[in-house]
């Protein structure tokens, strides 16, 4: 079983930068692709980014290429949401999850995903 724990949300202006966290628990994280998932009032939950298990190949949305990078640090169990140039439309709960089986590809599907943190706040103000 997998535990992940999100971090560094918060309120800042339009145009400015957050970078989230998300620890992880358990021996095998460095085996798992990554992902982050954001869900704004009144939408579902999307997909933002994710990460392969070596950290070699990353994947966006649209809506987010070019302004967020993902990365991860398997010696610390952890993955990052680097967000740049934050516009209001970025406001949302941000949320990490695994995909198993072990070495398996990234995906962008939700429903591919098995353990989900509780998520972090992200609001860009105008």
């Known amino acids: 079983q997998v535990q992940l724990v999100e971090s560094g949300g918060g309120l800042v202006q339009a145009g400015g930068s957050l970078r989230l966290s998300c620890a992880a628990s358990?021996?095998?994280?460095?085996?798992?692709?990554m992902g982050w998932f954001r869900q704004a009032p009144g939408k579902e939950r999307e997909f933002v980014s994710a990460i392969d298990w070596t950290g070699s190949r990353t994947y966006y949305a649209d809506s987010v290429k070019g302004r967020f990078t993902i990365t991860r640090d398997n010696a610390k169990k952890t993955v990052y949401l680097q967000m740049n140039s934050l516009k209001v439309e970025d406001t949302a709960v941000y949320s990490c999850?695994?995909?198993?089986?072990?070495?398996?590809?990234?995906?962008?599907?939700?429903?591919?995903?098995?353990?989900w943190g509780q998520g972090t706040q992200v609001t860009v103000s105008s």
């Open positions: 358990g021996r095998t994280f460095s085996t798992y692709a």
């Open positions: 999850a695994v995909k198993r089986p072990a070495f398996s590809a990234i995906s962008t599907a939700r429903n591919e995903y098995d353990y």
